[in-house]
């Protein structure tokens, strides 16, 4: 590998990308300020189920899905909801969305996230050698649950899993109860990914990591970015409501929230968000051992340090709309169609999933500027890709050659 030294790299978003992103610079001795207008960790990083999903090749741009959309939309209680006053807004999102339910962009799509989820855990394994994970990350396996009604699904999703050479191991609903015997038997069959991890706190798991990047001498600056520009060559710049900062390089991982300084720089990248919802069942984190998703229902429920973390649904409401009762109702009845036993609940929590139409990341340099790389659009999977991402980002930054094929996950697709 060859690289030429980079001077400094400034980052705007302290989620799960912009921290490992952060993390893997340091290693390579490339002074890097991190900035956020929040605490590090405080938006979709925190609140999401905390799977490590390196087996989820298939997205939800799928043909078989494309059927059951009408379906969905016009039922209250379903998986997926709209709120009708942003639709206007969302429209080139669902219209690039539609263009991309077929079998041939599915495909593309399965294979290059695959190409990243693959190297998914090798990258977190090696940062988890540096941060105390003590009762924070678990290897207890991930169960998928599904009833007989969407079998064609099922069965292309296993398909193609087996296609791409993804490990899994099909269960009857005994070898289910067998894992999880607390659970109500209102399913026919599920899925076993017996390696895959989660975490128990991804909040505290973000933290660590950040603490690490700030003891290897990473700055962190607490503010808003307005703006970010490539002045000349080697030089860009990021404004924030008090300041000016110059970096040789910079990097927009601002999450679902990266489109208002994409646009600034010409590109019209079709970021939108998958708005999901969690809640806490606190002292019930005993009823199950792993995290459990029931795929008919686009719900699932994690153990974690703060209680049984019940979350899902997929909302189409950009990132103004408030939070819905509704689908706050919908994800709490999921859950005690599973455990009855549950009572109250706590938490109530809306976060932003970032997603492009085609469900693949936009991972690389920006079209017009080449000192300005993006990370962002890992839509469910961001958790999963964050220290892979920061491994790709900073050799990008740092000019180092790559096995891996990037040019899917260019924003140059969008041009
Ligand atoms: C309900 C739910 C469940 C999920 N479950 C899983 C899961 O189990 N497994 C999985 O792999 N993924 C999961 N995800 C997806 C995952 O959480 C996200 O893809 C991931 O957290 C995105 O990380 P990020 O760093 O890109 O964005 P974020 O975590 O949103 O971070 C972006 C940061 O940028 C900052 N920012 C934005 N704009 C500016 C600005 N102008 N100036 C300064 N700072 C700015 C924000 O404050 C924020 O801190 C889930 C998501 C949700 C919502």
């Not at 379903?78 to 080139?92: D, V």
């Not at 399913?187 to 798991?205: E, L």
């Not at 229902?297 to 019940?310: C, I, K, S, V, Y």
């Not at 180092?400 to 260019?410: F, G, M, Q």
């Amino acid at each position: 590998m060859s690289s030429d030294k980079v001077s400094s790299v400034g980052i705007v978003g302290c989620g799960i990308q912009g921290v490992c992103i952060g993390l893997q610079l340091l290693k390579k001795n490339i002074p890097t300020t991190i900035f956020d207008r929040e605490e590090p960790g405080s938006m979709a990083s925190y609140g999401n189920a905390g799977h490590f999903s390196p087996y989820a090749v298939l997205q939800l741009n799928r043909p078989d899905i494309l059927y059951d959309v009408p379906k969905m939309l016009f039922s209250s209680n379903g998986p997926l909801a709209l709120r009708w006053n942003y639709i206007p807004k969302m429209l080139p999102w669902i219209l690039g969305y539609l263009k991309n339910c077929n079998q041939k962009s599915m495909m593309h799509t399965a294979k290059n996230m695959h190409q990243i989820l693959n190297l998914s855990m090798e990258a977190y394994e090696e940062i988890f050698q540096e941060i105390d994970t003590t009762n924070l990350v678990d290897q207890k396996g991930i169960i998928y649950i599904w009833t007989n009604k969407n079998m064609k699904s099922r069965n292309l999703e296993i398909k193609v899993r087996d296609e791409l050479g993804v490990k899994q191991k099909i269960l009857t609903v005994k070898e289910i109860l067998d894992l999880e015997p607390n659970l109500k038997p209102v399913f026919d069959g599920g899925c076993y990914y017996d390696y895959a991890y989660h975490a128990r706190d991804p909040h505290k798991i973000l933290k660590k990591i950040f603490d690490l990047f700030i003891s290897k001498g990473g700055k962190f600056i607490k503010e808003d970015v307005n703006s970010i520009k490539q002045l000349q060559e080697n030089e860009t710049l990021i404004k924030t409501d008090t300041r000016e900062y110059k970096f040789e390089k910079s990097v927009i991982a601002c999450g679902a929230y990266s489109k208002k300084l994409t646009d600034q720089l010409g590109e019209n990248i079709p970021l939108d968000t998958e708005r999901g919802y969690h809640v806490h069942f606190k002292g019930m984190e005993n009823l199950i051992k792993r995290p459990v998703i029931f795929l008919d229902r686009g719900f699932g429920m994690t153990p974690m340090n703060q209680g049984l973390r019940a979350v899902g649904t997929v909302e189409l409401g950009g990132l103004k709309n408030p939070l819905s009762k509704k689908r706050i109702n919908y994800v709490v009845n999921c859950a005690k169609e599973l455990l009855p036993q549950l009572n109250d609940h706590q938490d109530e929590w809306l976060g932003f999933r970032p997603t492009l139409p085609d469900f693949l990341p936009v991972i690389g340099p920006s079209k017009n500027n080449k000192n300005i790389i993006y990370a962002f659009g890992h839509q469910h999977l961001g958790w999963t890709l964050g220290a892979i991402t920061g491994k790709i980002v900073s050799g990008i930054l740092s000019n180092e050659k790559t096995n891996l094929d990037l040019s899917a996950y260019s924003s140059s697709r969008f041009n």
